[in-house]
Nanobody, 116 residues
Framework: QVQLVESGGGLVQAGGSLRLSCAAS????????MGWYRQAPGKQRELVAT???????NYADSVKGRFTISRDNAKNTVYLQMNSLKPEDTAVYYC??????????WGQGTQVTVSS
């Protein structure tokens, strides 16, 4: 069983910053992809950023240059540094981990609210 525990969400003014953390525990394959997704009210869940255990990263166009994903493989933890936040970044942010042969696992989500 794999568990993901997220932290770091909250309320921030536009232009501010937040840092999300997600720690994975359980039986985790060392070669994996960890990432962040978000879902705003009335919208589908969308990719924010992903990071592979081999060191490559991928970002949604809407967050490039503002968000940075990083990870600590020894701790099975992924981070999302969010700068220059905009009201349209308001959403529930979900952590995900996946590897070959799995559908992936999700965290419970953490709310990020950006006020204008």
């Amino acid at each position: 069983q794999v568990q993901l525990v997220e932290s770091g969400g909250g309320l921030v003014q536009a232009g501010g910053s937040l840092r999300l953390s997600c720690a994975a525990s359980g039986s985790i394959f060392s070669i994996n992809v960890m990432g962040w997704y978000r879902q705003a009210p009335g919208k589908q869940r969308e990719l924010v950023a992903t990071s592979t255990s081999q060191g490559s990263s991928n970002y949604a166009d809407s967050v490039k240059g503002r968000f940075t994903i990083s990870r600590d493989n020894a701790k099975n933890t992924v981070y999302l540094q969010m700068n220059s936040l905009k009201p349209e970044d308001t959403a529930v942010y979900y952590c995900n981990i996946r590897w070959i042969g799995t559908r992936g696992y999700w965290g419970q989500g953490t709310q990020v609210t950006v006020s204008s």
